[in-house]
């Protein structure tokens, strides 16, 4: 099973929840929370290695909309490079009937999950968002895109 953990970069001051620039966290777009708001460091974790993605400009939601590409692109096409936004950290994904193999662009690790370990993984990463993303700032539970994404994720 994958997992993946969050961690607040503490240079980004979006993760005081007083500190948002004056916008309510509840009207945040896609564009702020893609882009812009709550940057962390990412911890993999696929059962034998844990992989470190340590870059001050990665934003939760941004990691999360690339895990979702992958998870489609995986099953229209059985592979799958996806990067972030503005780092262009890379995560490769090639299947091989049940299985999924991942490299990374910051990391000499190669993960081996299964097919249905890659389909959960959006759901899973989410979870985590949300647990670090609600802890910062309550308010974003009534965000309208986050609740839009939620569903997104969850349809698979």
Sequence with gaps: MISFTFLPRTDDPSWDADDLSGAPARTLTADDLTFHYFSSDVVINDGLNEIQLRTP????????????????EVALFGESTVESSQTQ??????????????SYSFSGAISRISLHDLREAPRGALESAFKVL?????????????????????SG
């Design 57 to 72: 400009g990665l934003p939760v939601i941004d990691f999360i909309l690339m895990l979702v590409q992958m998870r489609r």
């Design 89 to 102: 950290d890379a995560i490769t994904a090639v299947r091989t009937e049940d299985t999924v193999e991942l």
């Design 134 to 154: 609600f802890s910062a700032n309550g308010d974003l539970r009534f965000n309208r895109y986050l609740i839009e994404l939620a569903d997104l994720v969850q």
